[in-house]
């Protein structure tokens, strides 16, 4: 199973690369599929940040799930600046838009895994009242 590190970003890379991220994303955008591609997160991070995610596919009818996220492509609007010349992005790789938000949402609902606030037991829950034996 493949592992990474909440801590640890090249770890989550490696795991789900950014061609990976591209071509699930642009999948997704096909509005004819009755999949969807994405990344299910199999466990919560350990005491060290170790939690284990996979790639994984899903079916347009099931029922959403925390543990499955979906990458869309996002489209960037390119302005005529110095930064964005041409030298400029030869000299560093460039990652496809919306991918560093999308591990970002990767180590967030992995470290949710598992809790479900709205299922959770409030202070007046009748099952915590009275005696306790």
Known sequence: MPTANIQHRKTLEEVYPPDAFASDA???GQVTNEIILGVRILSAPNA???FIFERSR???AEVAIPRFLVPHRREEILTNTEENSLAIGAARPRLPAGYAEFLDDIVAAAQQFGFDPEKSPGRDEPRLQGLRQ
């Open 48 to 50: 060290e940040g170790d």
């Open 58 to 60: 899903q079916h347009v």
């Open 26 to 28: 642009a999948f997704n």
